[in-house]
């Protein structure tokens, strides 16, 4: 299938930006398959799109300790350029033999950007029995080495093992062939096998060398069995009987072919192999690249939803505690206040009635106030009034916020930074703060909500009117009300209780009052239930986004940044998977 190179190149680029720090990952399996599919587009799949058509196949020799790889090296590079004792586990970092025209021009500038390459001047050994980072190659020139090949000699992935791994998929996600070592005493070993089935994945050539054979159709049945369990058979396979004059150094290893295929430096080193192996390679890098943008989209999601179930977690408990403390003032006068507007639109008649007794209602608020007072006398200090039952709340919600978000801190197993915020949010800098006055002095008639309130009222009173006998006993109260005189209206206030109590309270405080209550729970039970509901909900909210701010800012901005970042992560290597299909 023939693909766009631009738009190969543009969704591998897209998907090397959207991946994070691998040590970002909360689980280590996940955090190992992000750096090796970071590895995988940056030093094998971009630079293959720059230089597709580069004339230089990449080999790599790779297995367990002691089998044998850097004499193997040795032997097709023809030189003892690799440390090879007995003692194994010598080669801690990577090693490349190629001949001297491959460091000059674009194969030079191709193998720059693929690794850190450091070139090995002529005698002098390369430090490769020392610890180093992963992605750097010493690179050996020698004449010996064919044209148009590189060879490399990796560590051992079973030795030192993460350190050593890291270092050699650095460089075995980048390489057209695989020449994979083993012996009787390593071809079933299961960690051999995860490692092969890794590095060759989705098709990628290998071939398969079993060294120290003693007998063909032992080897034979060895290596059926390594194939089977690696899921898709090697290019070729290759035995290297037991020979002490290599053990001596004397001789270089010798390797047999089986099933009729080219020997091995023939096979590697003649250029009518190089297009093809190159072709399948690529074709199995981007299927493994395919694969490894799937499984890491996924890791990139459950990472997301820890957070994103903890910012939904406390904005929720802050919506619970700013609904509870809008209940300890709900402003009945709007409702009082939507009631009466909607009688007055509904009747042209009974509104011109009561007109001229709204101004007189108004006056009362003041002379009816202080009848009261005159009576009941003044309200005793430290009474505690709506706005500061408000407040304190809020204050005991978020306490018992702190409380129940403690085990939280505990429990992450996340990046640090995080873990910091949480604690911050849910210790004592918190708790500290509930100390000082909210400073929530202009949200208790907050406008806005009051504004909705009424409209949600009006619409209300509207439907549950709906015309007939209930609508013209309303109106005719409502006008009976507004119609009291205001002497007899002072008497009723001072002398008597009930009805004539109940209108001149109202009109005295602006029809907020029992009288006009009753009116409406005229209209149906549940009437002042939704509007108690309605305003915990919207009142609730504004609460809640202040707590939200005077407290947890901090650590909600940062789970959202979170959480958000991780879920872009997902979609964008999904759009860049669905890009290389």
């Known amino acids: 299938m023939t693909r766009d190179p631009y738009t190969l190149r543009d969704a591998l680029a897209s998907a090397l930006e959207a991946l994070p720090a691998p040590e970002r990952f909360p689980e280590p399996s996940d955090a190992d398959l992000a750096r090796r599919l970071a590895e995988r587009l940056r030093r094998d799949l971009l630079p293959r799109m720059g230089s597709a058509d580069a004339p230089l196949l990449l080999v790599a020799i790779a297995g367990p300790n002691n089998v ?13 350029l690799s440390p090879a004792r007995p003692e194994g586990g010598l080669t801690k970092q990577c090693l490349a033999a190629a001949h001297p025209e491959t460091w000059t021009g674009a194969l030079k500038d191709f193998l720059t950007r693929r690794y850190d390459t450091v070139p090995v001047a002529p005698g002098d050994a390369a430090p490769v029995d020392q610890p180093g980072p992963a992605g750097r190659l010493y690179l050996v020139l020698a004449d010996a080495v064919p044209r148009g090949l590189l060879v490399m000699d990796t560590p051992d992935f079973d030795s030192v093992y993460r350190e050593n791994r890291e270092r050699a998929e650095a460089l075995l996600v980048t390489v057209d062939v695989l020449v994979f070592v083993v012996s009787r005493q390593t071809y079933q070993n299961a960690a051999l096998v995860d490692f092969l089935r890794a590095a060759v994945g989705h098709g990628r050539p290998y071939l398969l060398v079993y060294n120290e054979a003693s007998r063909e159709e032992v080897a034979r049945g060895h290596l ?7 899921g898709h ?7 290297a009987p037991h020979q002490p004059d290599v053990e001596a150094g004397l001789r270089p290893l010798a390797t047999e072919p089986l099933d009729g295929r080219p020997a091995l430096s023939a096979l590697l080193g003649q250029a009518e192999h190089a297009r093809e192996l190159k072709a399948r390679a690529l074709e199995a890098s981007l299927a493994d690249a ?9 890791a990139a999601t459950r990472a997301a939803s820890e957070p994103e179930r903890l910012r939904q977690r406390l904005r929720h408990e802050l919506e619970s505690v700013g609904a509870t403390a809008a209940l300890k003032a709900v402003p009945a006068d709007v409702l009082i206040d939507a009631f009466r507007d909607e009688l007055d639109a509904r009747s042209q008649f009974h509104k011109w009635v009561r007109l001229p007794f709204r101004g007189l209602a108004t006056a009362l608020t003041f002379v009816s106030r202080k009848v009261r007072q005159s009576f009941t006398g003044p309200e005793p200090e430290g009474t505690q009034t709506p706005s500061l039952a408000v407040d304190a709340t809020l204050t005991d919600g978020v306490r018992r916020l702190v409380e129940a978000f403690a085990p939280e801190v505990a429990a992450w197993r996340g990046d640090a930074r995080t873990r910091e915020k949480l604690a911050e949010a849910f210790g004592a800098s918190t708790l500290s703060k509930l100390e000082e006055p909210l400073g929530f002095e202009s949200l208790h008639a907050h406008a806005a909500d009051r504004a909705t309130l009424y409209g949600y009222c009006r619409e209300l009173v509207a439907a549950e009117l709906q015309g007939g006998m209930r609508e013209e006993l309303l109106q005719a109260l409502t006008t009976l009300v507004y119609s009291v005189p205001s002497g007899a209206a002072a008497a009723v206030t001072v ?25 409406v729970d005229l209209l149906g039970a549940q009437v002042r239930a939704r509007v108690t509901r309605r305003w915990a909900d919207a009142h609730g909210s504004t609460l809640a986004r202040a707590l939200e701010a005077r407290f947890f800012s901090g650590v909600l901005g940062h789970l959202d940044g979170l959480a958000d970042d991780w879920k872009h992560t997902a979609t964008r290597l999904e759009a860049a998977r669905g890009a290389l299909a």
């Open 68 to 80: 044998g790889k850097s004499t193997l090296f040795n032997a097709l590079v023809g030189s003892s």
């Open 224 to 230: 059926d069995k390594l194939a089977s369990d690696v």
């Open 233 to 239: 058979p090697p290019l070729a396979r290759y035995l």
């Open 290 to 298: 395919r694969a490894e943008m799937e499984s890491v989209a996924r």
């Open 495 to 519: 002398a008597t209780g009930g009805f004539g109590h109940d209108a001149v309270v109202w009109a005295g405080t602006l029809l907020s009052t029992p009288l006009m209550e009753r009116f």
